[in-house]
């Protein structure tokens, strides 16, 4: 049985070895694992194994960061996984150096490694599924391979793969934005093309703004929330703090940008902290780089597109509404996250998300059959550039019915792929369709949450709230 994973990040990582390890034949295509998200994860994984926690608090802090309207069962489903998570990780010889505290966590469950976690778990899974025999396919996964409702495969530059059970772990769509220190490959394709091939997308509207990213001279990049956890404070250029550090991280974007369009510059004012440079080597190297010295100088900060907690639409299996295919990590919404994703709970997906996939796919042992003449379309990518203009002008932090209408008129003029075009119409429809705040989803014109819409919502190339 041949299985093939799109996207070398921790959750593809996590379900090729995992896929492995049963005797699969597994392929995984990627275009490096230094360019997913999943490297570029600086704080932790959130593991409620400490003496004094428990899954239950856990679960109910990812509630109430997620505003109410999580899967309650997914919830419990993940979280319940976590000791077998963490069990995972160790038993590769992975090394926690600490544990710390994170916006919306009532306990320091979040385990890290110098700030720069993500890159040292990718590097080990990657190192662990070489072993196991994973075939590395670098390349660009452009299309899927779908014909009456189900999976064959997909095409990687112009060459169909063919495959018994696809596994899409390709990550969110944060690059669709015009500021974002994720990767720049992560423009959520993949979602756009199942949502076309006939696999619903969940909760496209709530796409969660980091607090503090720095535009530097070569690149946007992420200022973790564990320097805030370590006491770095957030002030304007007069030096008035205006916000508790350690909201959510919603509430924390909302009053930069506030202050940032009343014309305030806004500062993170790490002074405070002592060994920074040992404590966020990865950090202190950028700012260095660019004449910052994080022990004398305040860091001129800026929210940035993030994480979407909206993806292909999967149940709690991770089995999408394709046959024969499946999502993880990112690249897929099952009601984990609700409308705004806990401080480190994705990293605990991906890994959960990766081992439970590799179990449904053993359970249902799916055969892909002979096929002919599957559809290629070799779509042009296309002006990419204006998607994220738009996005971010007219869906960004603070949104509104005379914004999210204006974004829709002017996506019609746009010429790009159009499945990212069908993307970002999910994006503005469903925002325009929650007549409510609700988490990382902002309207000024409905500022409250509305119980009438305490509900998840779903993409088939039309938003049904």
């Known amino acids: 049985m041949r299985v093939g994973i799109i996207g070398d990040g921790i959750a593809g990582l996590t379900a090729a070895i995992a896929l492995a390890k049963k005797g699969f034949d597994v392929t995984l295509i990627g275009p490096g694992i230094k360019k997913s998200n999943s490297y570029l994860a600086q704080a932790g994984v959130a593991f409620p194994i400490l003496e004094g926690d428990s899954p239950k608090a856990h679960v109910l802090d990812t509630i109430k960061a997620g505003k109410y309207i999580n899967d309650r069962e997914v919830v419990w489903n993940v979280i319940s996984k976590a000791s077998e998570a963490y069990d995972f990780l160790t038993s590769l010889g992975l090394k926690f150096e600490a544990s710390e505290t994170e916006g919306g966590h009532s306990f320091h469950r979040v385990f890290t490694i110098k700030n720069e976690t993500g890159k040292h778990v990718t590097k080990l899974l990657y190192l662990r599924a070489r ?3 994973v075939h590395f396919v670098k390349g660009k996964a452009e299309e899927l391979g779908v014909k009456r409702g189900k999976a064959y495969g997909v ?3 112009g060459e169909f793969l063919h495959f018994d059970a696809t596994v899409i772990a390709s990550g969110g769509f944060s690059a ?28 496209l509207e709530f796409v969660q703004f980091h607090p503090t990213g720095y535009i530097g001279k070569k690149g946007v990049f992420l200022i973790s929330e564990a320097v805030r956890g370590a006491g770095a404070k957030l002030v304007t250029e007069d030096g008035e703090r205006f916000v508790n550090e350690l909201s959510t991280r919603d509430i924390v974007a909302r009053a930069i940008y506030n202050q940032m369009k009343a014309g305030r510059r806004v500062f993170l004012d790490a002074t405070g902290i002592e060994d920074f440079k040992k404590r966020f080597p990865q950090i202190y190297a950028f700012l260095r780089k660019d004449g910052i010295d994080p022990a004398r100088d305040l860091i001129p900060v800026s929210p940035i597109a993030h994480y979407t907690m909206g993806g292909i639409a999967t149940d709690l299996w991770y089995r999408t509404g394709i046959k024969n295919l499946y999502a993880i990590g990112e690249a897929m919404s099952n009601g984990f996250h609700g409308a705004n994703r806990l401080a480190s709970n994705s990293l605990l997906e991906c890994i959960v998300s990766g081992l439970e996939v590799a179990r449904t796919i053993a359970r249902e042992r799916p055969r892909g059959g002979e096929v002919k003449e599957l559809a290629y379309h070799g779509y042009e990518q296309g002006d990419v550039d204006a998607l994220r203009e738009l996005l971010w002008s007219y869906a960004g932090i603070v949104r509104s019915a005379k914004t999210l209408k204006e974004g829709l008129r002017k996506l019609e003029g746009i010429e790009a792929d159009p499945r990212l075009k069908l993307l970002a119409r999910g994006v503005l ?4 369709a929650r007549e409510e705040s609700r988490g990382a989803h902002y309207r000024e014109d409905f500022p409250v949450m509305r119980k009438e819409f305490e509900r998840p919502s779903f993409f088939n190339r039309e938003c049904v709230l």
């Open 131 to 133: 072993e196991l025999g």
């Open 176 to 203: 669709l934005f015009k500021f974002t220190a994720g990767s720049p490959e992560n423009t959520g394709l993949l979602i756009g093309d199942s949502v076309m091939k006939g696999a619903p997308a969940r909760d």
């Open 155 to 157: 095409f990687v530059d």
């Open 429 to 432: 429809e469903c925002a325009l």
